[in-house]
């Protein structure tokens, strides 16, 4: 599976943008980009997947390089409760019978009040 | 969406028993699949449970340590055998959603070894 990279933390203040990165440099063509987070003593929570175009919900959006060799992780505004490890997981062919994540270390993200 | 609901929400057992931990789904699904967090850890996949067929492990994990159930469409077991403190950890049971984009995942099992 292609690696993904993140920082291992990151900090944003309350009612204020946050954009979280990641690097994935060997993304396959059929590889799709998801991004889960684990809120804390929860199990992880889908959050947006895409595959070469950006995409928005009602959570967050996510803005995917031209060369899909990184992507953001874009809460336009952070909450309290959007304070969570986000993962970002490559998976080949969303969809169909190939569904296993392979989950990286994350981001934490603290939101100050 | 999938509302997933696990038995026990957390134990503490004594080195060398068993726990079986259960995992029901609100709907009928053909996957499940456990996964293990360690403590401070991310999450790795255990085995992928098809309803009517055995389960797969990957590597690292094997059926006589983590044996699976999977009786029927909504629900599924993961038993820890011969418990060591190392087992200390979460247990995760997921299910794809129905468009096939997202997992769902239950609240975990806690498990604390002594």
């Known amino acids: 599976d292609a690696k993904t990279t993140q920082p291992n933390s990151m900090e944003s203040n309350e009612e204020e943008p946050v954009h979280l990165p990641c690097n994935h440099s060997?993304?396959?063509?059929?590889?799709?980009i998801h991004w889960y987070r684990q809120l804390p003593s929860q199990g992880p929570e889908y959050v947006i997947h895409?595959?070469?175009s950006n995409v928005n919900n009602r959570m967050a959006s996510l803005a995917i390089a031209e060369d899909r060799k990184s992507s953001t992780l874009i809460l336009h505004r952070a909450t309290l409760r959007d304070a969570a490890v986000y993962y970002c997981?490559?998976?080949?062919?969303?969809?169909?019978?190939?569904?296993?994540?392979?989950f990286g270390k994350g981001t934490l993200l603290t939101v100050n009040p | 969406s999938a509302v997933i609901s696990q038995k026990p929400s957390r134990d503490i057992c004594q080195r060398g028993t068993s726990l079986t931990i259960q995992c029901q789904v609100d709907?009928?699904?053909?996957?499940m699949f456990w996964y293990r967090q360690q403590p401070g850890q991310s999450l790795t996949l255990i085995a992928t449970?098809?309803?009517?067929?055995?389960?797969?492990?990957e590597s690292g994990f094997v059926i006589d340590k983590f044996p699976i159930s999977r009786p029927n469409l909504t629900f599924s077991t993961l038993t820890v055998s011969n418990m060591s403190p190392e087992d200390s950890s979460i247990y995760l049971c997921?299910?794809?959603?129905?468009?096939?984009?997202?997992?769902?995942f239950g609240p975990g099992t806690r498990l604390t070894v002594t």
């Open positions: 449970a098809n309803q009517g067929s055995e389960a797969t492990y």
């Open positions: 895409g595959l070469t």
């Open positions: 997981i490559l998976r080949r062919n969303s969809g169909g019978s190939n569904y296993k994540l392979t």
């Open positions: 997921s299910v794809p959603g129905t468009s096939g984009n997202e997992q769902y």
């Open positions: 060997t993304i396959s063509g059929t590889d799709y």
């Open positions: 709907s009928q699904v053909t996957m």
